[in-house]
């Protein structure tokens, strides 16, 4: 009995069954922990005031719980902890204390026995700010110029006004700075390497050095004009200043130019802290990071993934639909036909670290450098194009992804029939009006289908990237507009593990990953989207 039902095979249907059944049940699980993890980070928890018992001296921590951790007695006092012969756990708190210019630390653990007393005052103020991070305490008093102008409960609602004047006159610095004295700063660069040109010429006469001169002096104009306005918007943003009482005593004077948001949790409503949640995805999604990545936004690692993969699809969808034809159409079919096919298959399964030294080596020293020497050289030593960029990276993640393309289109064409080829050859037409009036619409849903799955790859690749493709806070990269575009794959990995800030990165690992998905997802979907229409608008064909 047992034999027959092996040899009917369906133990094997429920084996197979079993391991689908339990791969999705783990791609849901983590897709839920790494929702809920990331969705988390950006809601505004109440702030406790803890009155703590250490070394039989009495301090006060301020912070929020961030993680709770029981750990049995027995191990607990293999840690060196002293336990109560009755005592089972041993409970922790990890406190997100922040204050770090003060404390050096952001996060400290602190034992649920040792608690005195917990509160949640109502005037315990969070604040963000562009270094450091954040920081807690009181507010003490708002000075205006070295005068306080609020005390005490008043200090909340008049900072919070003017910290809503600072970050307009911030915008406008962010405005000056890298837009307007950034792009004359572009054009001096730009000058200079043209003086550089004529020289390496000799074409460098008095004409040439009158002509650069007028377009200099109109930069350095320009400049001076721009230096002045800024003095008065940093003479305006520093004028004001909060002063804040930490948890151990001692008052901090923090100009609000420094500052990003200041909220009291404790006091906010539920649709308050709704608001505040979007408002922080937004600056999440639409900012430039800071701190060392580790916090604002990570709209370049978005940008540049979204033209990455772009770039790549452009690049590997002809490139994998022309093979496939000559392989599939014109080739005459034999042994190096099949060498070939066998070649594509197994380039599929090689790393993709082993690309990323491949662009490095041919795309951004051979090929880069080379165009460096003919076209740029009076930018030497400084590399243009012989340097790690988009524009490599996209064509490094085309070859990656080529073979799955080639494949794909491949297939979709060997399912066509014969028939509508003979078909289209007998009303007259040619060869390559066949191909491209008849078979190639109906082969583009498996095109569509290749493109699908070389985008979900190279969207989450982060190894070949690493060597040709993204630099951490670069000023400049080839073909991207003279704008530092990350990835959002290697920000994962920078943030989640070259922060010296392990506790403090790893909501935002959660919530960079959330977004990969989403992106990714995205991405796909609307290929699928695309790939569905065709494949209804050519299924009258096939019928």
Same mark, same amino acid.
Request: with cysteine.
């Given at each position: 009995m047992i034999k027959q039902w092996f040899k009917s095979g369906s133990p094997w249907i429920w084996l197979?069954?079993?391991?689908?059944?339990?791969?999705l049940i783990l791609v849901v699980g983590l897709l839920a922990l790494i929702v809920f993890r990331g969705a988390l980070h950006f809601w505004p928890s109440n702030v406790a005031e803890f009155i703590y018992m250490e070394d039989g001296r009495k301090q006060t921590v301020i912070g929020e719980v961030v993680d709770t951790s029981s750990t049995t007695a027995l191990m607990a006092?293999? #840690?060196?902890?002293?336990?109560?012969?009755?005592? @089972?756990?041993?409970v922790q708190h990890l406190i997100k204390i922040g204050n770090r210019d003060l404390t050096g630390m952001d996060f400290r653990w602190i034992l649920d026995r040792n608690i005195q007393s917990r509160q949640y005052p109502d005037d315990i103020l969070v604040i963000e700010r562009r270094e450091w991070g954040n920081f807690y305490g009181y507010p003490v008093a708002l000075k205006q110029e070295g005068q306080v102008i609020a005390e005490g409960p008043q200090v909340f609602p008049v900072v919070s006004e003017r910290l809503r004047d600072a970050l307009s006159v911030y915008k406008q610095i962010q405005r000056l700075e890298k837009k307007e004295i950034g792009a004359v700063n572009y054009g001096l660069e730009r000058l200079r390497l043209k003086q550089r040109r004529l020289e390496l010429n000799e074409q460098w006469d008095e004409a040439a050095k009158q002509l650069l001169a007028?377009?200099?002096?109109?930069?350095?104009?320009?400049?001076?004009?721009?230096?002045?306005e800024l003095q008065a918007l940093y003479k305006t943003i520093n004028r004001n200043s909060l002063v804040v009482k930490a948890s151990d005593g001692r008052e901090v004077d923090m100009?609000?130019?420094?500052?990003?948001?200041i909220y009291r949790p404790n006091t906010m409503s539920v649709w308050a802290k709704t608001g505040h949640?979007?408002?922080? /995805?937004?600056e999440f999604l639409l900012d430039d990071p800071r701190e060392?990545?580790?916090?604002?936004?990570?709209? *370049?690692?978005i940008f540049g993934t979204v033209m990455m993969v772009i770039i790549m699809s452009v690049i590997v969808t002809p490139l994998g639909v022309i093979a496939a034809i000559y392989m599939r159409e014109y080739a005459k079919q034999g042994f190096t036909t099949r060498l070939i096919r066998i070649a594509v298959n197994n380039l599929a399964g090689v790393p993709s670290i082993v690309y990323g030294v491949f662009g490095l080596g041919f795309f951004v020293y051979i090929l880069g450098g080379n165009i460096d020497q003919l076209f740029f050289p009076e930018a030497a030593p400084a590399?243009?194009?012989?340097?790690?960029?988009?524009?490599?990276? #996209? /064509?490094?993640?085309?070859?990656?992804?080529?073979?799955?393309? /080639?494949? #794909?289109?491949e297939e979709g064409l060997s399912r066509i029939p014969k028939s509508i080829r003979e078909g289209s050859l007998a009303l007259g037409a040619t060869k390559a009006e066949t191909l491209w009036r008849t078979v190639l619409p109906m082969a583009s849903p498996a095109m569509m289908t290749g493109l699908i799955l070389a985008v979900a790859r190279a969207a989450g690749e982060v190894a070949p990237l690493m060597l040709v493709g993204v630099?951490?806070?670069?000023? #400049?990269?080839?073909? @991207?507009?003279?704008?530092?575009?990350?990835?959002?794959?290697?920000? /994962?990995? @920078?943030?989640?593990?070259?922060? *010296?800030?392990?506790?403090?990165?790893?909501?935002?690992?959660y919530a960079t990953s959330l977004l990969l998905v989403v992106v990714i997802v995205g991405l796909n979907l609307s290929a699928v989207a695309i790939r569905n229409h065709l494949r209804e608008k050519y299924r009258a064909l096939e019928g």
């Amino acid at each position: 009995m047992i034999k027959q039902w092996f040899k009917s095979g369906s133990p094997w249907i429920w084996l197979n069954a079993a391991a689908v059944s339990t791969c999705l049940i783990l791609v849901v699980g983590l897709l839920a922990l790494i929702v809920f993890r990331g969705a988390l980070h950006f809601w505004p928890s109440n702030v406790a005031e803890f009155i703590y018992m250490e070394d039989g001296r009495k301090q006060t921590v301020i912070g929020e719980v961030v993680d709770t951790s029981s750990t049995t007695a027995l191990m607990a006092r293999a #840690s060196g902890h002293a336990m109560a012969d009755d005592a @089972d756990l041993l409970v922790q708190h990890l406190i997100k204390i922040g204050n770090r210019d003060l404390t050096g630390m952001d996060f400290r653990w602190i034992l649920d026995r040792n608690i005195q007393s917990r509160q949640y005052p109502d005037d315990i103020l969070v604040i963000e700010r562009r270094e450091w991070g954040n920081f807690y305490g009181y507010p003490v008093a708002l000075k205006q110029e070295g005068q306080v102008i609020a005390e005490g409960p008043q200090v909340f609602p008049v900072v919070s006004e003017r910290l809503r004047d600072a970050l307009s006159v911030y915008k406008q610095i962010q405005r000056l700075e890298k837009k307007e004295i950034g792009a004359v700063n572009y054009g001096l660069e730009r000058l200079r390497l043209k003086q550089r040109r004529l020289e390496l010429n000799e074409q460098w006469d008095e004409a040439a050095k009158q002509l650069l001169a007028a377009e200099r002096g109109e930069y350095e104009r320009q400049y001076r004009e721009y230096q002045t306005e800024l003095q008065a918007l940093y003479k305006t943003i520093n004028r004001n200043s909060l002063v804040v009482k930490a948890s151990d005593g001692r008052e901090v004077d923090m100009p609000l130019a420094k500052l990003v948001r200041i909220y009291r949790p404790n006091t906010m409503s539920v649709w308050a802290k709704t608001g505040h949640y979007f408002e922080k /995805i937004a600056e999440f999604l639409l900012d430039d990071p800071r701190e060392a990545n580790t916090e604002g936004g990570i709209f *370049p690692a978005i940008f540049g993934t979204v033209m990455m993969v772009i770039i790549m699809s452009v690049i590997v969808t002809p490139l994998g639909v022309i093979a496939a034809i000559y392989m599939r159409e014109y080739a005459k079919q034999g042994f190096t036909t099949r060498l070939i096919r066998i070649a594509v298959n197994n380039l599929a399964g090689v790393p993709s670290i082993v690309y990323g030294v491949f662009g490095l080596g041919f795309f951004v020293y051979i090929l880069g450098g080379n165009i460096d020497q003919l076209f740029f050289p009076e930018a030497a030593p400084a590399p243009v194009f012989g340097t790690p960029g988009l524009l490599w990276a #996209s /064509i490094t993640l085309a070859l990656l992804t080529l073979p799955v393309v /080639i494949v #794909s289109t491949e297939e979709g064409l060997s399912r066509i029939p014969k028939s509508i080829r003979e078909g289209s050859l007998a009303l007259g037409a040619t060869k390559a009006e066949t191909l491209w009036r008849t078979v190639l619409p109906m082969a583009s849903p498996a095109m569509m289908t290749g493109l699908i799955l070389a985008v979900a790859r190279a969207a989450g690749e982060v190894a070949p990237l690493m060597l040709v493709g993204v630099v951490k806070l670069a000023p #400049s990269l080839p073909l @991207d507009g003279n704008f530092p575009f990350l990835h959002l794959g290697f920000h /994962i990995y @920078d943030v989640g593990f070259q922060s *010296p800030n392990v506790e403090a990165a790893r909501p935002l690992v959660y919530a960079t990953s959330l977004l990969l998905v989403v992106v990714i997802v995205g991405l796909n979907l609307s290929a699928v989207a695309i790939r569905n229409h065709l494949r209804e608008k050519y299924r009258a064909l096939e019928g």
